[in-house]
């Protein structure tokens, strides 16, 4: 089975930071990655498939990079709606999430 | 508008079973895999089964296996995951979610299962 591990777990920044999570894969999934946001009692929302593609309505400020093992999210410039849990997913073999991080307000 | 509604959760005894459901609208249904993921209380996300558009192929987590079932009734829009043997680690939101180059693009507001004595 894949494994995904984020770092950080948690993440306190301040509205107009820019913010960047990792996402390593315990092995090699190519480019097969995706990043989703979570906010509180919702369901999670697509932002960023195919490790770099953004998905249709997600704000630009959304970056997603890297292929193989390691990966990363990064806001360009934290909004007030940013603030909340992001996980990467693989689906190179079947789906793994990662822990998720929590990006909160510093 | 694309839209997938779960229902059918509660609350179970551990070793018992539940089936919830998941009613999709919007989109053609048959067209397209599904997923069921779960959300543990506090807890992050884990997929836990898959089922292709004409229902032949189905995967599942391990942590699942031999215990759950998922199926779809695809004249109905409508998707199932049948529970057996729960446990209390079983406690979770359950979310479906549709399928789309591989990626969870839509996703319902998920139903709650609740495994207690």
């Known amino acids: 089975d894949i494994q995904m591990t984020q770092s950080p777990s948690t993440l306190s920044a301040s509205v107009g930071d820019r913010v960047t999570i990792t996402c390593r894969a315990s092995?090699?999934?190519?480019?097969?990655l995706a990043w989703y946001q979570q906010k509180p009692g919702k369901a999670p929302k697509l932002l960023i498939y195919k490790a770099s593609s953004l998905e249709s309505g997600v704000p630009s400020r959304f970056r997603g990079s890297g292929s193989g093992t390691e990966f990363t999210l990064t806001i360009s410039s934290l909004e007030p709606d940013d603030f909340a849990i992001y996980y990467c997913?693989?689906?190179?073999?079947?789906?793994?999430f990662g822990q998720g991080t929590k990006v909160e307000i510093k | 508008e694309v839209q997938l509604v779960e229902s059918g959760g509660g609350l179970v005894q551990p070793g018992g079973s539940l089936r919830i459901s998941c009613a999709a609208s919007?989109?053609?249904?048959?067209?397209?895999?599904m997923n069921w993921v779960r959300q543990a209380p506090g807890k992050g996300l884990e997929w836990i089964s898959y089922?292709?558009?004409?229902?032949?192929?189905?995967y599942y987590a391990d942590s699942v296996k031999g215990r759950f079932t998922v199926s779809r009734d695809n004249a109905k829009n409508s998707l199932f995951l049948e529970m057996k043997s729960l446990r209390a680690d079983d406690t979770a939101l359950y979310f479906c979610?549709?399928?789309?180059?591989?990626?969870?693009?839509?996703w319902g507001k998920g139903t709650t299962v609740t495994v207690s004595s």
């Open positions: 919007g989109f053609t249904f048959m067209s397209y895999e």
């Open positions: 089922i292709s558009g004409g229902g032949e192929t189905t």
């Open positions: 979610a549709k399928v789309e180059d591989n990626c969870l693009d839509v």
């Open positions: 092995q090699s999934i190519n480019s097969w």
């Open positions: 997913q693989q689906y190179d073999s079947l789906w793994t």
